[in-house]
């Protein structure tokens, strides 16, 4: 400023003195200052919101595309495959048609223990899950064993390299397996099966559990353990007019079996339905009944429990899942022996004269030999040779009311599941 007014200062004197002429020269002279005035234009901030809403937006942006890096590159996946071989030292005997039998139990344990071996002492040890023994056929050089086999590969693993080390440890450790079967190399065939298809074939076999589930001991159905989705997939939920009235056990994918005094009062199939699942309601499965049949030995009105067994055929079939399936019917000649471990599940009442509860209930117990549950001081001889005790002799462990028709069961030393008997009374 003080630069501009000294400036204008000198030239006002001279134009005071100037002739016209020298005024317009001056006008025109080179010597005129240009002034140039800039302002600053007032800059526009962003509001401290919009930051805030930018900031997370990119951070839920990265965030997102972690987590679906982490997804694919370290989420496993179950991925199945159908191994088939031929076991030369072994002959074929009728009684592997039937899955069943002690027959089918014992040369299958032989082969899924042998499967273990062979994976468990390699690199895919911890990918490995299960092998599961599905048939046993006639072969012109002995047993030709049909196995579906469970792994957890990670999502990023191409199926190809997967099929390729299973193929790989198959090829190579089965020939040095340290048990006493003997598989013919050349008869090794490896199939990937897609996840219907693995699923469906372990889900057609029955008393099987696609989970491993841990016992805490004891637990009493009546204010005891609630059971895990999958835990039972053969408890069914009889019901009458919509409300549950009974346990059965899901023996194919059309019948069931429970107990005959369930129906004692009604026994008009329309009136009754059938559901699946852990849970009364909502179900995962629900059926219509067809047809009810009544061990034709069973007396209604008479309070002795004879033959307290009845068969539902439900009018459409059931669609076999990982949580609704069938459990093995033992064979005729099978003896479960006395004190051996069981479990009898239900939605019954919590206590005497209580309501059903909405979430399956499970309890362990024990099989009590007909000579003890005969004597004087338990049931004094009200158990026939149609019937079995379970439970304990100190009480407080038991079924209740809504848990009559449910299952009994055991595994066998597979894991594999039997209906061992029908809650009928107690």
């Known amino acids: 400023l003080k630069s501009l007014l000294r400036c204008c200062t000198v030239r006002c004197g001279v134009w005071d003195s100037a002739s016209p002429r020298q005024k317009s020269s001056l006008l025109t002279s080179q010597w005129y200052p240009e002034i140039v005035i800039q302002m600053d234009r007032p800059t526009r901030r962003m509001e401290p919101w919009k930051i805030a809403v930018i900031v997370v937006l990119v951070i839920v942006a990265l965030a997102l595309i972690i987590g679906l890096l982490t997804y694919v590159l370290c989420n496993d996946q179950d991925r199945y495959y159908n191994a088939t071989f031929v076991i030369t030292n072994v002959d074929y005997d009728r009684q592997y048609e039937r899955q069943t039998t002690e027959e089918f139990r014992r040369l299958s344990q032989e082969i899924e223990t042998m499967i273990s071996a062979v994976f468990k002492g390699s690199f895919l040890s911890k990918r490995y899950i299960r092998s599961h023994v599905v048939s046993l056929s006639p072969d012109p050089d002995g047993v030709l064993a049909s196995v579906v086999l469970v792994f957890k590969f990670a999502s990023a693993d191409s199926e190809e390299m997967s099929w390729d080390h299973v193929n790989r440890v198959l090829q190579r450790r089965l020939k040095t397996s340290s048990t006493f079967l003997s598989v013919d190399q050349s008869t090794i065939r490896l199939t990937e099966l897609n996840k219907e298809k693995g699923d469906n074939l372990l889900n057609n076999c029955c008393g099987i559990r696609r989970q ?165 001081q338990v049931y004094s001889g009200a158990i026939t040779p149609g019937m079995l005790c379970a439970g304990y002799l100190e009480g407080q462990v038991d079924a209740c009311q809504g848990d009559s028709g449910g299952p009994l069961v055991h595994a066998n030393s597979r894991g594999i599941w039997y209906l061992v008997g029908i809650v009928s009374w107690g």
């Open 212 to 376: 491993a589930f841990s016992f805490t001991g004891v637990e009493r159905i009546t204010g005891g353990q609630r059971a895990q989705s999958g835990e039972w997939p053969w408890q069914a939920s009889i019901q009458l007019d919509g409300t549950h009235r009974c346990g059965a056990s899901v023996i194919s994918n059309t019948w069931l079996v429970t107990a005959a005094h369930c129906f004692r009062g009604e026994r008009d199939p329309r009136r009754w339905t059938a559901s699946f699942g852990i849970l009364l309601r909502p179900p995962k499965q629900k059926k219509l009944v067809r047809r009810i049949i009544i061990h034709e030995k069973y007396r209604s009105f008479v309070l002795d429990h004879e033959y307290d067994v009845a068969v539902v055929e439900l009018a459409s079939a059931i669609e076999f899942t990982s949580d609704v399936h069938s459990v093995c019917l033992p064979e005729a000649s099978h003896v479960f022996p006395a004190n051996a471990t069981c479990f009898v599940t239900g939605w019954g009442a919590l206590k005497n004269d209580g309501s059903s509860v909405n979430e399956l209930r499970q309890a362990e117990v024990k099989i009590i030999s007909t000579e003890v549950c005969n004597r004087r």
